[in-house]
């Protein structure tokens, strides 16, 4: 089967760094995307990486290793407004443009 | 510019009875996808559409239909309501390098009770 595995909980105090592993498990990879969920709010679009490496914007980053089938997201300088779930998704291939979805980890950022 | 449009945001059915969540984008996306949301789950993709006059069935098709007769809209048909449909249902869409890059526009959800 295909499958993403995410840490479910996560929990940092402001102005530190947090990083959320995605690990996956699919017939064939396109790319990896990570999505921000406030409470209550639409998923919004935060990175790919289709390659291997660093991809960096502000205060977010993410990380790609195909080899290891492993990403993650880099968040620093936390801010209060930061606590929300945060999916990773694969493009798998052969699936038609259709994303699989982990099932999100949740982020509290404590002052 | 509003981007991905769904109604209703709230809604409460009865057993049985059929209804059905609109969808519309303003980005003349040819991706669009309806997905439902358990509370503490990740997304389930239920039927998605590659372009008007064409769709696919998700992961969980079940009890759910939907149309494409134009670039802009999706509803999804509820028929025969039951509690296991009690969900948030997002609709996205994404233009022609969105599955590429795996970007996708959410709407802001609706919320369905089904009691």
């Known amino acids: 089967g295909q499958s993403l595995e995410q840490p479910s909980e996560v929990t940092a105090v402001e102005g530190a760094i947090v990083q959320i592993n995605c690990t996956y498990q699919?017939?064939?990879?396109?790319?990896l995307s990570w999505y921000q969920q406030h409470d209550g709010g639409a998923p919004t679009f935060l990175s790919y990486n289709a390659l291997d490496g660093l991809e960096e914007t502000g205060r977010f980053s993410s990380f790609l290793s195909r080899s290891d089938s492993y990403g993650y997201l880099l968040l620093q300088e936390l801010q209060m407004k930061d606590s929300a779930s945060y999916f990773c998704?694969?493009?798998?291939?052969?699936?038609?443009?259709?994303?699989?979805w982990g099932l999100g980890t949740s982020l509290a950022v404590n002052p | 510019n509003a981007g991905v449009t769904q109604t209703p945001k709230f809604r409460i059915l009865k057993i049985g009875q059929s209804m059905t969540l609109q969808c519309t984008q303003d980005?003349?996306?040819?991706?669009m996808y309806w997905y439902r949301q358990d509370p503490g789950m990740g997304l389930k993709l239920i039927y998605y559409s590659v372009g008007a006059g064409i769709t696919d069935k998700g992961e969980v098709p079940n009890g759910y239909n939907v149309s494409r007769s134009t670039t802009e809209d999706f509803p999804l048909r509820l028929e025969l309501a039951a509690p296991s449909q009690t969900s948030v249902y997002f609709c996205?869409?994404?233009?022609?390098?969105?599955?590429?890059?795996?970007?996708?526009?959410f709407g802001e959800g609706s919320r369905l009770t089904v009691l």
């Open positions: 996205a869409s994404s233009g022609a390098q969105g599955p590429n890059t795996g970007e996708l526009f």
């Open positions: 998704a694969v493009r798998a291939a052969g699936n038609n443009r259709k994303l699989i």
């Open positions: 699919t017939s064939g990879f396109y790319g």
């Open positions: 980005m003349n996306h040819n991706y």
